[in-house]
T-cell receptor, first 114, second 114 residues
Framework: AQSVTQLDSQVPVFEEAPVELRCNYS??????LFWYVQYPNQGLQLLLKYLSGSTLVKGINGFEAEFNKSQTSFHLRKPSVHISDTAEYFCAVIHNNAGNMLTFGGGTRLMVKP | KAGVTQTPRYLIKTRGQQVTLSCSPISGHRSVSWYQQTPGQGLQFLFE???????NKGNFPGRFSGRQFSNSRSEMNVSTLELGDSALYLC?????????????FGPGTRLTVT
């Protein structure tokens, strides 16, 4: 079985400050890792993914994440946030050979304050 | 290219009724997955279809069913609705599961059961 834990349900941060959203996963087999963003009244949008290769992954809107196999983590970072980054962020995994079945974490609400 | 479309966007039903939700994937995409999003349980995988065949199924009762047509459009059906079925139902499409793993989500159908 696999599970995904997002350690913070809410993260308040001031505009132009850096932010890190934490994600840990548990799985006995290889996984692929993803971060999605959900704006109010919208579906999910893929920010970035890790399938293999370099452990530092860059995504859209200036976000990046680092895969750490020993700590089973995949934390999302942005050096300087904007008001428009206010949204819900979801970490997710796909088990190897499980098609497209995503297992999501509980989500982190990023609140950017002026 | 048009995105994933879901109809209807909002739906209100009464306990005991049944409901059918529709999803049209991005043109050329052959895989469609469905997810349920609720405040209490978060995002949970329902099922995935590829070339009209169900590839994966989540841990939901048999009241939840789906199908995919030859044009890749998909429908999901919930019979004998319960209050707990109130949720945002999200559909996601991808070109070919097991390759890029990039899924594109629709805006969702918000179902309210009274």
């Amino acid at each position: 079985a696999q599970s995904v834990t997002q350690l913070d349900s809410q993260v308040p941060v001031f505009e132009e400050a850096p932010v890190e959203l934490r994600c840990n996963y548990s799985s006995s087999v290889s996984v692929y890792l993803f971060w999605y963003v959900q704006y109010p009244n919208q579906g999910l949008q893929l920010l970035l993914k890790y399938l293999s290769g370099s452990t530092l992954v860059k995504g859209i809107n200036g976000f990046e994440a680092e895969f750490n196999k020993s700590q089973t983590s995949f934390h999302l970072r942005k050096p300087s946030v904007h008001i428009s980054d206010t949204a819900e962020y979801f970490c997710a995994v796909i088990h190897n050979n499980a098609g497209n079945m995503l297992t999501f974490g509980g989500g982190t609400r990023l609140m950017v304050k002026p | 290219k048009a995105g994933v479309t879901q109809t209807p966007r909002y739906l209100i039903k009464t306990r005991g009724q049944q409901v059918t939700l529709s999803c049209s994937p991005i043109s050329g995409h052959r895989s469609v997955s469905w997810y349920q999003q609720t405040p209490g349980q978060g995002l949970q995988f329902l099922f995935e279809y590829f070339s009209e065949t169900q590839r994966n199924k989540g841990n939901f009762p048999g009241r939840f069913s789906g199908r995919q047509f030859s044009n890749s459009r998909s429908e999901m059906n919930v019979s004998t609705l319960e209050l707990g079925d109130s949720a945002l139902y999200l559909c996601a499409s991808s070109f070919d599961p097991g390759e890029s793993y990039e899924q594109y989500f629709g805006p969702g159908t918000r179902l309210t059961v009274t």
